[in-house]
Nanobody, 127 residues
Framework: QVQLVESGGGLVQAGGSLRLSCAAS????????MAWFRQAPGKGRKFVAA????????YYADSVKGRFTISRDNAKNTVDLQMNSLKPEDTAVYYC????????????????????WGQGTQVTVSS
C-alpha cells in the first residue's frame, strides 16, 4: 500500500525559508512523478511543483518559480520542497502527491485524478 508522509511544516516570517519532506513507501516509484500541491483556507487544491522520479525533470507553478525547489533522494525515497523567500500568500496546507505522469502533466491533471496523496502539513507565513 502506497504511503506518503509529509513533514517539515510550521510557522515562519515573511522572507524566511522552510523545507518540506515527503517520505514515500509501498511501491517502486521509478515510473511516477511526485508533486507538491497546496490548499489555502476556503480555496481549492493547487499545483506547486513536480518532479519525475526517474530522470529528475521538474516543473513549477509560475507563482513559486525562482523561490521553491523540488528534489528527490532515491536512496531515502523522499521528495523535498525547499521554500525560500516565503510570502503570506504561501500560507496553506501542503500535500505530497504521486501519480503515473510526467512532471508537467502533474501540473494540469485534475486533482481528483491524482493517484496518491499524503495527509498534508501546515505552512503559515506571517507578515
Amino acid at each position: 500500500q502506497v504511503q506518503l508522509v509529509e513533514s517539515g511544516g510550521g510557522l515562519v516570517q515573511a522572507g524566511g525559508s522552510l523545507r518540506l519532506s515527503c517520505a514515500a513507501s509501498g511501491r517502486t516509484f521509478s515510473s511516477y512523478a511526485m508533486a507538491w500541491f497546496r490548499q489555502a483556507p476556503g480555496k481549492g487544491r493547487k499545483f506547486v511543483a513536480a518532479i519525475r522520479w526517474l530522470g529528475g525533470t521538474t516543473y513549477y507553478a509560475d507563482s513559486v518559480k525562482g523561490r521553491f525547489t523540488i528534489s528527490r533522494d532515491n536512496a531515502k525515497n523522499t521528495v523535498d520542497l525547499q521554500m525560500n523567500s516565503l510570502k503570506p500568500e504561501d500560507t496553506a496546507v501542503y500535500y505530497c502527491a504521486a501519480d503515473r505522469a510526467t512532471a508537467q502533466t502533474m501540473g494540469t491533471k485534475p486533482v481528483g485524478l491524482i493517484g496518491y496523496w499524503g495527509q498534508g502539513t501546515q505552512v503559515t507565513v506571517s507578515s
